[in-house]
């Protein structure tokens, strides 16, 4: 089974961390929370975002960067504003790591010139600070499963009243 890890450095709010957890249940990626947080992960609002989803999650929690890189090996990916690659020009490996920032400050300058060859970049507007955190997350997730080809996930839906195969189509 092909693996994804999310990796959140030092989140600071907890809605985006509670949609960015209903991003990786709902796609079988494994959630790494680095700390310090922003919030306590009992917070109200971190749980009202995941919704009903927690118990569908992977979490492995961190106290900080440190750790995290001492515990986990592979190939990380490095999501920043300040990338020169396009995040969809890169070919991204089986377990491999989705490294984001926090929102105010993103990731640490060190860690992005230490690793330049696998920063990434969102396009955007020249005008447009940045994407909010979790819709970045979510979009590079699925970036990734698209070049995997969805594994594990259905990719067809059905409708409540009526039926596709009805349809005289």
């Known amino acids: 089974m092909?693996?994804?890890?999310?990796?959140?450095?030092e989140p600071e709010i907890p809605q985006n961390t509670g949609n960015v957890a209903r991003t990786c249940a709902?796609?079988?990626a494994r959630l790494h929370l680095v700390g310090p947080m922003g919030f306590k992960i009992d917070d109200k609002k971190l749980k009202r975002a995941g919704l009903d989803y927690w118990h569908y999650l992977d979490i492995s929690y961190y106290a900080d960067i440190e750790e995290f890189f001492?515990?986990?090996?592979?190939?990380?990916?490095?999501?920043?504003?300040?990338?020169?690659?396009?995040h969809s020009?890169?070919?991204?490996?089986?377990?491999?790591?989705?490294?984001?920032?926090?929102?105010?400050?993103?990731?640490?300058?060190?860690?992005?010139?230490?690793n330049y060859e696998h920063c990434?970049?969102?396009?955007?507007g020249e005008d447009i600070r940045s994407l909010n955190l979790s819709n970045s997350v979510a979009v590079g997730v699925y970036e990734v499963l698209r070049q995997w080809n969805y594994p594990q996930l259905e990719n067809n839906g059905q409708l409540h009243e009526y039926r596709w195969?009805?349809?005289?189509?």
């Open 2 to 9: 092909s693996k994804i890890n999310i990796v959140m450095v």
């Open 26 to 28: 709902a796609t079988g």
């Open 70 to 86: 001492a515990k986990n090996k592979g190939e990380f990916f490095y999501f920043t504003t300040k990338g020169r690659k396009v």
């Open 89 to 114: 020009d890169v070919s991204y490996p089986d377990n491999c790591y989705l490294v984001f920032g926090k929102e105010t400050r993103g990731l640490p300058e060190s860690l992005l010139i230490n």
């Open 120 to 124: 990434v970049r969102i396009p955007m």
């Open 165 to 169: 195969e009805d349809l005289n189509i």
